[in-house]
């Protein structure tokens, strides 16, 4: 009893401080960077795995498909780069490791090879790494709800929706980040996971998201199998074989239940599981315990993410094959999103600084 006040209490702090932040940065008392191109921030508002990085691929691919040259700025979160700059992707090839830009940076250069990727606790700093990025570029923060020392000109919230932002608490109580005022800064509202939901519950969501924030347009996506991919010979093979093998599920991310959920309603069989905190770095140990259950449970093969087969070193004689699910971002308004970006992007002069865009901070 005693705990819960306490948490209560501190949650009720942490509030207050990050709202007193962000009303900082909105008066003008700190300072917000703004860059020479048209930056869009994706973010969340908790802590843990959103299905935001899924998110951020798409929305660079669909910047490439509209004309423009994507320019990702992350922190870099656990990569020993994180303190200083380091650039991940110039466009056309991979600079870097997953020990020292991250596990996700590193896996949106290999998914989106075309955008240029920089990682760098100060956003704006790393930025500069690549010089004058050229006409065309649009800015990608990622993670970046809560990093207001940069402007964007476009604030995209990202919210779960298996995981109600209406019935969780803040830091330390719960996993917000800030406070559900806090949304109120964002443009457009992204409900990722929607495949999770049925019909009824989806709408139920988007009507909350809806009247909490009006004129505040929301699109539902989901997140969609692509391919199978053997991570021994590096080769894609066929989806069927998700439902054809006896898995041992390796997972190390911010919320490894959905990926068991993904991999259940494909009808994937799991007969075992490996579960670690998020960016974990597997070990020698970690790979051996990992080879005594494949062993134990008569397991066919091993299944884990694609953000944890960047940080997998497989030895030579690992027993068992292990295969990666790739997952893709999915629109699910029938390319609403698409077409309301791309009338964002018309009202925007890409060539033109941010700051001659008009709009205020929000």
Not at 1 to 11: E, K
Not at 98 to 112: H, I, M, Q, S, W
Not at 264 to 275: F, H, K, P, R
Not at 297 to 304: G, Q, W
Request: net charge positive.
């Amino acid at each position: 009893m005693a705990g819960r006040f306490v948490l209560s209490g501190l949650a009720r702090l942490f509030s207050a401080v990050t709202e007193f932040r962000a009303g900082l940065y909105q008066r003008g008392y700190l300072r917000q960077h703004r860059l020479q191109h048209p930056t869009i921030s994706v973010g969340n508002l908790s802590v843990g795995g959103t299905g935001k990085t899924p998110i951020v691929a798409c929305l660079a691919e669909q910047l490439i498909d509209l004309g423009y040259r994507p320019f990702i700025l992350s922190r870099g979160y656990r990569g020993s780069a994180e303190s200083s700059v380091e650039v991940v992707s110039d466009g056309s090839r991979i600079l870097s490791t997953p020990d020292r830009c991250g596990d996700e940076p590193f896996l949106l250069a290999k998914t989106v090879p075309a955008a240029r990727i920089v990682v760098g606790s100060k956003r704006w700093k790393a930025a500069r790494a690549l010089g004058e990025p050229g006409s065309k570029t649009i800015y990608l923060m990622d993670d970046g709800f809560q990093h207001l020392q940069l402007f964007r000109d476009l604030n995209i919230l990202g919210v779960d929706a298996t995981r109600s932002p209406w019935t969780d608490a803040p830091l330390p109580k719960g996993r917000l980040r800030e406070p559900l005022v806090a949304m109120q800064r964002a443009d457009i509202v992204i409900l990722s996971r929607t495949h999770h939901l049925g019909v009824d519950r989806m709408g139920e969501m988007i009507h909350k998201l809806n009247t909490s924030l009006p004129q505040i347009p929301v699109f539902p996506f989901s997140h969609q199998i692509k391919d199978l991919f053997n991570l021994q010979n590096a080769r894609p093979v066929p989806i069927d074989l998700l439902r054809e093998k006896r898995w041992v599920v390796l997972a190390a991310i911010g919320n490894p239940k959905q990926f068991l959920l993904d991999v259940q309603q494909a009808d994937g069989t799991i007969v075992g599981q490996a579960l670690y905190r998020d960016h974990h770095r597997f070990s020698v140990r970690d790979l051996a315990d990992l080879a005594s259950t494949c062993q134990e449970t008569a397991a066919d093969a091993v299944l884990t993410t694609e953000k944890d087969a960047v940080r997998l070193s497989l030895p030579d004689d690992f027993p068992c094959p292990v295969y990666t699910l790739r997952i893709q971002a999915v629109d699910r308004s029938q390319t609403q999103f698409k077409s309301w970006l791309c009338d964002w992007l018309c009202r925007l002069d890409p060539k033109t600084d941010s700051s001659a865009t008009g709009k205020t901070p929000k």
